[in-house]
């Protein structure tokens, strides 16, 4: 039965949230203070903005076909990811442990924190819920997976004022672009542009607030001098 309110929320979750609230096409993504179970009871994320993790890492970024999405929250000790991606369960690839070398020839969904201009933090988490460690930051953070026959989903709690990342308030933003790697697709996305994985130059801004606002209206605030 768990299993079944899984897969319907899945399934619920990838056909609307191209309608949600923040999925048309943009750079910031907001973060909006609350704390998260991390459990298969999905309602503490309900009213969340989604954001559309489509777009390729070729040069010239373009939809790819098995789609996701993420949404963000924190309190004063976590920042909350959730990932939702669609995928036949058959063509996944798990079941690595944390330090196998090359984890970047299975399954992931990735999280890239600039900080500083000069240093990028970079996770990288299985869909069964393991964090790499291998040319990676660290895996000390909390995970819980759901997996169904027609896709996945990862929550992640990252701790803050941590040794990586550091305590924030409302209105911080932080340099930031999450993407999935999909191998068996070979299809491999990111937000918000597309491109590199790698790149300095594709990054989003990731905004914390305690009520969500409009991107436009975001963007002129975090213009202003």
């Known amino acids: 039965m768990k299993s079944f309110f899984i897969a319907i929320f899945l399934i ?57 999405h993420f949404s963000v929250a924190w309190d004063e000790q976590h920042l909350y990811l959730l990932g939702v991606f669609t995928q036949p369960q058959a063509n996944l690839i798990t079941g690595l442990t944390a330090d196998t070398e090359e984890w970047w020839n299975a399954d992931t969904f990735e999280v890239f924190v600039r900080l500083v201009p000069e240093t990028i933090l970079h996770y990288a988490t299985s869909p069964d819920g393991t964090g790499f460690l291998n040319f990676l930051t660290d895996n000390a953070y909390e995970t819980h997976s759901s997996l169904t026959e027609e896709g996945w989903s990862l929550q992640i709690a990252f701790p803050l004022a941590s040794p990586a990342l550091p305590a924030v308030q409302t209105g911080d933003s932080w340099d930031f672009k999450v993407g999935r790697g999909n191998p068996v697709a070979k299809e491999y996305s990111l937000w918000p542009l597309g491109g590199d994985f790698l790149g300095e130059d594709n990054f989003g801004l990731l905004y914390f607030t305690e009520q969500i606002e409009s991107e436009s209206i975001l963007s002129d605030k975090l213009k202003q001098p």
Request: glycine share 6%.
């Open 12 to 68: 619920l979750s990838l056909s609307t949230f191209v309608n949600a609230q923040a999925s048309e096409p943009g750079t910031i993504a907001q973060a909006l203070k609350r704390s998260i179970s991390l459990d298969d009871d999905m309602s503490d994320w309900d009213g969340l903005p989604v954001y559309a993790i489509n777009l390729s890492n070729t040069d010239a970024p373009e939809s790819v076909t098995e789609q996701g």
